[in-house]
């Protein structure tokens, strides 16, 4: 699933819905997009988090994909984001 644009307070348990929606039960591993994401607060994060409880409960694994030169980036070290789910460089 591709994100774009922004993820903050106002869109996030939109956008974690949207997310659970598409994700097939069939899947063993949802790939999350962020490289066109601009902006993710603390309720973006807290999102994946919560996402990625989710997905575990269906034995399903999350993975998100974070370019390294994104802004994005930082803010996902600081929370020690990529300690629970791993964060990819690209979809490749």
């Known amino acids: 699933m ?5 993820v ?17 039960v069939d899947a063993g591993v949802i790939v999350v997009d962020l490289t066109e994401t601009a902006y993710l607060d603390s309720s973006g994060i807290a999102m994946l988090f919560r996402l990625a409880e989710r997905l575990t409960q269906s034995r ?3 993975r998100v994909v974070v370019p390294p030169d994104s802004p994005l980036r930082a803010a996902l070290e600081l929370t020690d984001l990529p300690q629970t789910i791993p964060v990819l460089h690209t979809l490749e």
Not at 8 to 24: F, G
């Open 2 to 6: 591709r994100v774009s644009g922004e």
């Open 60 to 62: 399903q694994e999350l």
């Open 8 to 24: 903050d307070l106002t869109n996030a348990v939109v956008v974690r819905d949207a997310i659970s929606q598409v994700a097939s």
